[in-house]
């Protein structure tokens, strides 16, 4: 079956803020609850969070390669769909040994056009702020022509919270919370570029 991919025109515009850990016991919620919170107090934009731990997509079962669109599982219809409809994204994911978690390069390489030309915000964690996790993403989100905002926030943990202690987003990572209104503000201001939708609330 041939997917096909159309541009969406929401107004507002439909950001998926997909979470790059599927781990049973993780971070990643609460951390993209709170870059979410950031997203909506400094933007008119609309988003969704993508939990890809629903959506399950074995890895390499699809005959065709991505880029032709020609997709047979219901998963990958399904996540195609998803993507294609949306207009940005925002990824929020932890670094895992200098890279990024495999769940989400594979729900990547799931796609192709339906990443192409749109905007993206990479909100990366870790020790040191997931500095290596977001050069790696980065460079990946621009191998399926994704568009990755200049303003790339690290949020850092702590000792505690890397091995599994609480986070306090409010009070511990209020150095990120700018680089997150900055970043938001490229993302808002490539999209009214592309579709001329009003940045600002
Ligand atoms: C497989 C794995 C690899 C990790 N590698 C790194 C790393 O390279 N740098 C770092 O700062 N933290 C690393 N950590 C610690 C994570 O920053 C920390 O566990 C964080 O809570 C993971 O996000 P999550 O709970 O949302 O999955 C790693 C954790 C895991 C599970």
């Excluded at 107004?11 to 850990?21: A, D, F, Q, R």
């Excluded at 998963?75 to 994911?93: C, E, I």
């Excluded at 905007?119 to 050069?135: F, L, N, S």
Aim: glycine share 6%; aromatic share 8%.
């Amino acid at each position: 079956m041939v997917h096909t991919y159309e541009q969406s025109r929401h107004n507002p515009p439909t950001i998926l803020v997909i979470m790059g850990s599927i781990r049973a016991v993780r971070r990643c919620p609460q951390i993209a609850d709170w870059v979410i919170d950031i997203a909506q107090k400094s933007s008119s934009l609309k988003y969704e969070l993508i939990d890809l731990a629903h959506w399950p997509l074995p890895m390499d079962d699809e005959p065709a390669i991505p880029e032709t669109g020609s997709y047979t599982n219901s998963h990958t219809l399904a996540w195609s769909a998803k993507v294609a409809a949306a207009d940005a994204f925002v990824f929020v994911t932890p670094q895992y040994n200098w890279g990024y978690p495999a769940a989400l390069k594979n729900a990547i390489d799931h796609l192709y056009k339906e990443w192409q030309d749109k905007p993206a915000v990479i909100v990366t964690y870790g020790g040191h702020g997931g500095g290596k996790c977001a050069a790696q993403l980065k460079q990946v989100a621009e191998a399926v022509e994704m568009r990755p905002m200049p303003t790339m926030p690290g949020i850092k943990l702590s000792r505690e919270a890397i091995v599994g202690g609480p986070v306090h987003p409010e009070t511990d990572f209020q150095e990120a919370a700018g680089l997150i209104r900055q970043a938001i503000g490229e993302l808002s201001a490539a999209l009214e570029r592309k579709h001329s939708f009003p940045s600002a609330l």
